[in-house]
């Protein structure tokens, strides 16, 4: 379903742009990094322990294409240090529910978020904001706004800390985080209703060049759910963890 989505969003997006005029200052030729990397998370959902997936690694621009790890679309319009863009997120984390009280497991659907946003590179560092409409099976919303500071340290290594909230709506939280009463029976958990939940993110980001044009990104991120979340009873921790390892050859 991930690979699905990724190679539909981009052809979307590729159709989108092939045909338009390239503004100044959007490059014809692709810029930043493309490699592969392995993607660890760790939802703390029941029973259900780490997640490792190995897929390929973007972090590029391409005249109004964009890339961005886990988020592809297409710059619309100039608005500030950035663009006004359409895109949509794509979700690496699998949201089954394994019963730690009889093994039963509860599938939910992959997350499909497309919606808006903009990334705006300040001389004070790089904020991202999004709004995003689930098209899966919640219908819910979820926000997020994103902070990423730029440290030059030793041999050229850099590294990106970051900080953000991200607000999930009614929907969105219980679809994912919610027992219905026909699901209580089944795992042994007891009902809950997700309300509307805003958590809060802390991460960083390491690039270490390596050869040439090489490099390898290190990033790991931690979000601390909300009481709405984190009174679940599938919950079994407080927080999420997410991390990737990743070697990309740069493009200039």
């Known amino acids: 379903m991930k690979s699905i989505l990724f190679a539909t969003l981009l052809a979307i997006a590729t159709s989108s742009f092939a045909m338009d005029d390239v503004p100044d200052g959007l490059p014809d030729h692709i810029v930043g990094d493309i490699g592969a990397a392995v993607y ?30 886990d988020e592809v679309g297409i710059k619309a319009f100039k608005m500030g240090y950035g663009y006004f863009e359409l895109g949509g997120k794509i979700n690496l984390d699998t949201y089954t529910v394994k019963s730690s009280i009889n093994g039963t497991s509860i599938n939910r659907s992959d997350p499909i978020p497309l919606g808006v946003g903009t990334f705006q590179e300040t001389p004070i560092g ?29 041999a050229h290594v850099v590294v990106y800390p970051q900080v953000g909230i991200e607000r999930q709506s009614s929907q969105y939280a219980n679809y994912y985080y919610g027992i219905t ?33 090489w490099y390898v990104n290190l990033y790991g991120k931690r979000k601390w759910l909300g009481n709405g979340i984190n009174n679940s009873p599938v919950l079994n921790r407080s927080f999420q963890d997410n991390i990737f390892v990743a070697l990309a050859y740069r493009f200039k």
């Open 40 to 69: 660890t998370s760790n939802l703390h959902i029941g029973t259900e322990g780490t997640q490792s997936l190995a897929l390929p690694y973007a972090f590029f621009d391409y005249q109004r294409f964009f890339a961005r790890i």
């Open 181 to 213: 009463p026909g699901e209580s029976v089944a795992t042994g958990y007891s009902a809950y209703t997700a309300p509307a939940t805003s958590n809060l993110m802390a991460g960083l980001m390491v690039e270490i060049p390596v050869v040439d044009s």
């Open 126 to 154: 790089a904020f991202f904001l999004n709004a995003y409409h689930d098209f899966g099976k919640s219908k819910g919303a979820l926000y997020e706004l994103s902070y990423f500071g730029e440290i030059e340290t030793f």
